[in-house]
């Protein structure tokens, strides 16, 4: 490394400073827009001593001269968590979600948006979610799980289980709320169905929901279709061949729109969009052969949906009519990411005419935006101060296989002089993929001097659903061949020093780590977080193991050979590169042992290793404190092993 380069590592800004900064990030989210696209409400996460705080929240409104009120169920400034909005159909009222009177039981409440009155609706004791209005206005339905506090999904700390195992699941069940006082939550459908999605009818007589039997966090992945009639009369009316979300009916109540496709998380959607009669009959699919993956389904009249997709590595939104055999009409793409919540979506009015979003990049923190589709304008300033701590961002496309692949190669703030060090990114999934986004991990690694690239490999949405199953029965073989194209794409691209090549992933992308580093030395230090080493306890161990039938075909116990195949551990002595293992204690997705299997194992072969545990965390770190070390540690782990000392001031 010459004298020159050492000097712009020294430059780089000390990576707590640019931590400090980006952990100020106002995250934004749960955009919704009244159906006269006068109102638009968000959720905003209060700000802490150590940034914003996952379990503290604000919601905000704005009308159309511009001026924002702060909606809270809370008194005394005390910090709750609140959102999980919904404008009534004449944009005057607001319904949401706080748990002000007890933290961590949301109750539901609705503010008068004309007067500022807020008043509580419900009392119940259990986890609620997702109100929505009825046409008419006059009833409000909500998911309800009963006396359940702690199922509150597995990105969270898992709840600790004892006694008797697994007897009685706790359903998620669809209720409605009546505006009289008396706080009654009135149970739709039957007792044993947990109901992940509905959509009211029309006529506000009906639902269309996504539902299973049995455990709620388990069973997402061989959901059905059901319609839940007046009175509560379920029935199906579709079984999908892979998984099901987004169900809504048509504004004539005639069909009923839904995306199917592989996916690997609840939320993180991705498929082919499908419609239906509501009287029922067989689904056509609207986008087959499309080479972009839709997340999200709006109606916009009787004849047409918006259809939020990801398109290689951008976000999208799309046309589609009901008729003919046209194929989607794009009306934007872009670099960057739009989303009302999860998935890439938007928040409209009536027609369409008026939308609303979170937007963020690689270069621009998130700020909710709105105006026609297309022409959106920033709404907010909360993170008007923030600078991207990196440099250029370019979409990199190579042949791997029969595929064509896309990634992203993010630059350093800073230009080398000489060549530099380079970390790869896995997403997770591995049923998702990388959009330009205000990544903390990617930035903080630009501006350590550091080239980033973040792939799309095989078994991502982007590129239709033939890309999306390409790693179907083959796990870390065909991917890892499309991230290793992936890095010498980026070496001729840019000027990254081949032998200081790092990776690092989370989730999915944590078992790509592990994976990777048992089948090449081509990567000098690896930072494996929520890794997953053995595929064959982990079928046992985790407490969603029905996500992994599509993918192996077989359960472990009637094909052990297809998960040994792809399980890191069965290779574990061929490792060589040094290796950090993070985990949060009570990780639900991915279970503590198999971080702790993968690094006891480097340990007793003598590879350099190092694990650390989050204390009552689960698949997501949500404490701030936490999350910061989680940061620190990656960053120190790379520069501890990729950077190149620096040479004496007289060279």
């Given at each position: ?395 990199l496309t190579w042949k791997s296989d029969q595929f064509d692949v896309q990634g992203w190669l993010l630059a350093p703030l800073v230009k080398p002089q ?234």
């Amino acid at each position: 490394m010459t004298a020159l380069f050492a000097a712009v590592l020294l430059a780089a800004p000390a990576p707590a400073e640019v931590l400090k900064s980006l952990q100020a990030t106002v995250r934004l989210g749960g955009v919704a827009i009244s159906r006269d696209g006068k109102r638009i409400a968000w959720v905003e996460q209060v700000r802490t001593p150590d940034g914003p705080s996952w379990d503290e929240s604000i919601i905000q409104v704005r009308d159309e001269s511009g001026a924002v009120k702060h909606i809270t169920a809370a008194t005394g400034g005390k910090p709750s968590d609140e959102g999980d909005l919904d404008f009534s159909p004449d944009g005057q009222s607001l319904a949401f979600m706080s748990d002000a009177i007890t933290p961590r039981q949301p109750q539901l409440y609705v503010a008068d948006l004309r007067t500022g009155k807020v008043q509580q609706q419900t009392y119940g004791s259990g986890h609620m979610s997702r109100p929505r209005f009825s046409p008419d206005g006059k009833v409000i339905a909500i998911l309800y799980m009963y006396g359940a506090l702690e199922a509150l999904g597995p990105l969270r700390a898992a709840a600790r289980q004892t006694g008797v195992v697994g007897e009685k699941p706790v359903e998620q069940r669809l209720a409605l709320v009546l505006f009289d006082g008396t706080g009654t939550l009135k149970p739709v459908g039957p007792q044993d169905l947990f109901i992940y999605e509905y959509g009211w009818s029309p006529d506000g007589k009906s639902f269309v929901a996504t539902g299973a039997p049995g455990s709620g966090d388990d069973n997402w992945w061989i959901a059905k279709l059901y319609a839940i009639e007046p009175g509560g009369k379920t029935k199906i009316v579709y079984e999908p061949k892979l998984q099901l979300c987004e169900p809504a009916f048509s504004p004539d109540g005639k069909n009923i729109a839904f995306i199917e496709g592989l996916m690997s998380d609840a939320g993180s959607n991705g498929g082919d969009l499908f419609v239906m009669p509501a009287a029922g009959g067989k689904p056509r699919n609207l986008t087959e052969g499309y080479r972009g993956s839709p997340a999200t389904v709006r109606w916009l009249d009787a004849g047409n949906l918006l259809v939020g997709m990801q398109i290689e590595g951008d976000s999208a939104f799309a046309r589609v009519a009901l008729s003919g055999s046209a194929k989607p009409v794009v009306l934007w793409r872009g670099p960057m990411s739009l989303t009302t919540g999860r998935a890439i979506s938007l928040a409209l009015s009536d027609g369409g005419k008026t939308s609303a979003a979170v937007r963020e990049s690689f270069s621009a923190p998130p700020e909710v935006v709105a105006g026609p589709i297309g022409n959106w304008k920033p709404i907010t300033q909360r993170n008007l101060a923030l600078k991207s701590p990196a440099g250029e961002a370019r979409s990199l496309t190579w042949k791997s296989d029969q595929f064509d692949v896309q990634g992203w190669l993010l630059a350093p703030l800073v230009k080398p002089q000489g060549k530099a060090p380079m970390v790869v990114v896995v997403h997770g999934g591995p049923a998702a993929a990388v959009r330009p986004s205000w990544s903390e991990a990617a930035l903080l690694l630009a501006s350590q001097g550091y080239y980033v690239l973040q792939p799309n490999p095989r078994g991502s949405f982007g590129q239709g659903e033939a890309f999306t199953e390409g790693n179907v029965k083959d796990f870390g073989y065909g991917d890892l061949r499309d991230i290793l194209g992936g890095v010498d794409a980026a070496l001729a691209a840019a000027p990254i020093d081949p032998q200081r090549i790092g990776i690092y992933g989370h989730s999915y992308g944590g078992y790509m780590v592990m994976w990777a580093v048992t089948q090449t030395n081509r990567f000098h230090a690896a930072v494996a977080s929520a890794g997953l080493s053995n595929w064959q306890s982990y079928y046992g161990q985790n407490q969603i193991d029905q996500w992994m039938l599509p993918y192996f075909g077989k359960s472990v116990y009637e094909d052990p050979a297809i998960y040994r195949r792809s399980s890191p551990i069965e290779f574990i002595q061929r490792v060589h590169t040094p290796t950090l293992v993070l985990h949060g204690e009570r990780d639900a997705e991915v279970p503590l042992p198999q971080g702790q299997e993968f690094w006891h194992a480097l340990k007793a072969l003598g590879v350099e290793t190092q694990f650390v545990v989050y204390a009552d965390e689960g698949h997501r770190i949500r404490k701030p404190a936490n999350a910061r070390d989680h940061a620190e540690r990656l960053v120190g782990w790379f520069d501890k092993h990729l950077r190149a000392p620096v040479p004496p001031a007289n060279q």
